[in-house]
């Protein structure tokens, strides 16, 4: 009984200090800036499926809305190593980072409004069958978009979200 009312004690307080989950539905305001995000052509075949992600995530409905904010993404290539170097020099596994820097930009202005970059790490075993070693690899890089493109996502939120607070704040000062 006791975690209850302190689990809806805790949950009144955030409610009343304008906390919103980042992962649950936004609000309104947030909902219609996702939408007015242009997000720019990016380099590659891992870009056209990370563009084709961040289009579908930040404006989930395709609601048409009129873009004032443009989101440029530059995909690094990927940087590897080898892990596990056996007597042999036979590797069993390649560790790998993949970077994406970005930057979101006022597209009325050219002023940029966010400027940054993220960093993914991944690894897989390498077997002795090239065939699977080059799946698994592709299958890895393919989730090290995945989690830049989580990354990029979850910081343009949170800028839209503070820009939208701070908006509301300067429009309805307190006395």
């Known amino acids: 009984m006791k975690k209850i009312f302190f689990a809806c004690w805790i949950l009144l307080g955030l409610s009343g200090c304008g906390w ?103 690894s897989y075993s390498i077997i002795r069958d090239p065939y699977a070693t080059i799946v698994t690899r592709q299958k890895t890089e393919q989730d090290l978009m995945k989690m830049l493109t989580s990354d990029i996502i979850q910081n343009v939120i949170s800028f839209l979200n503070e820009s939208a607070h701070e908006n509301q704040a300067a429009a309805n000062p307190r006395p």
Do not use: C
């Open 20 to 122: 919103t989950p980042l992962y649950g539905t936004q609000p309104a305001e947030t909902r219609a800036e996702m939408a007015a995000i242009d997000i720019l052509p990016i380099a590659n075949a891992a870009g056209f499926a990370m563009r084709a992600d961040l289009q579908a995530r930040l404006n989930p409905t395709g609601a048409a809305a009129a873009k004032k904010y443009a989101l440029a993404v530059e995909i690094l290539p990927v940087q590897s190593f080898y892990q596990n170097i056996q007597t042999d020099y036979f590797a069993s596994g390649e560790h790998l980072t993949a970077t994406a820097r970005y930057e979101l930009r006022d597209r009325e202005t050219g002023r940029t409004l966010l400027a940054s970059s993220s960093k993914a790490v991944g």
